[in-house]
């Protein structure tokens, strides 16, 4: 059973995803690990209105039919807890994060708070990107060496010790990677600037 302030914690780093633009409304999920349960939200909730009927409590391990209430993306947060030191974690779709996944195979911030915080940002492939096993394997194991990395063309997954750290780390993802992706357009732009004397 969850605390009163730890369902407050959960539903406000919910609601400021949602209202960041990091995930649509019924998009994206957050974990906690206690011992051996993830309290994870439920398959297609709300996480900007969250209730706390939509925290599911799973076995770390241990299959139970309350995996089939839980986020599809259950097993991808079981086996990061499991191959990791993580106590929380945050799955989100941040836009500019997944253009640039589409693009490259790290994302490299060019700001100095996105420089100081990453250094870079890993991207991994995966044929199935929501909730397979080879998310899962994928996904954790680029977490035990980086604390988010980017599915490509699919989201984001942050590890923390505390989920506002996961959050952070989130935001701050999209806020490097808004930077990046501008910088490239006005690179782009540059290159053709000489001509347009002559249109």
């Known amino acids: 059973m969850?605390?009163?302030?730890?369902?407050?914690?959960?539903?406000?780093?919910?609601?400021d995803?949602?209202?960041?633009?990091?995930?649509?409304?019924?998009?994206?999920?957050?974990?906690?690990?206690?011992?051996?349960?993830?309290?994870?939200?439920?398959?297609?909730?709300?996480?900007?209105?969250?209730?706390?009927?939509d925290l599911v409590g799973v076995?770390?391990?241990?299959?139970?039919?309350?995996?089939?209430m839980a986020s599809s993306e259950v097993e991808v947060h079981r086996a990061i807890y499991l191959r990791t030191s993580a106590l929380s974690v945050v799955h989100a779709h941040p836009p500019y994060a997944t253009l640039l996944s589409l693009l490259e195979d790290e994302i490299v911030p060019v700001d100095s708070e996105g420089s100081y915080i990453f250094k870079k940002i890993p991207v991994v492939s995966v044929?199935?990107?929501?909730?397979?096993q080879e998310a899962s394997v994928v996904i954790s194991e680029a977490l035990?060496?980086?604390?988010?990395?980017?599915?490509?063309g699919h989201g984001s997954f942050a590890r923390g010790e505390m989920l506002e750290e996961a959050y952070m780390l989130t935001s701050s993802l999209e806020a490097a990677a808004f930077y990046a992706y501008h910088i490239r357009e006005m690179k782009e732009y540059r290159r053709f600037s000489d001509k347009y004397k002559t249109w």
């Not at 969850?2 to 609601?15: D, F, N, Q």
């Open 2 to 15: 969850l605390e009163r302030a730890t369902v407050g914690m959960i539903k406000e780093v919910g609601r």
């Open 17 to 53: 995803l949602f209202v960041r633009g990091l995930i649509s409304s019924h998009a994206g999920n957050i974990s906690l690990r206690m011992g051996r349960t993830i309290y994870i939200t439920r398959r297609g909730s709300m996480l900007g209105r969250l209730k706390e009927s």
């Open 59 to 68: 076995d770390i391990e241990r299959a139970d039919s309350r995996v089939l």
């Open 127 to 132: 044929e199935k990107t929501i909730g397979s």
């Open 144 to 152: 035990q060496e980086y604390r988010i990395v980017m599915m490509r």
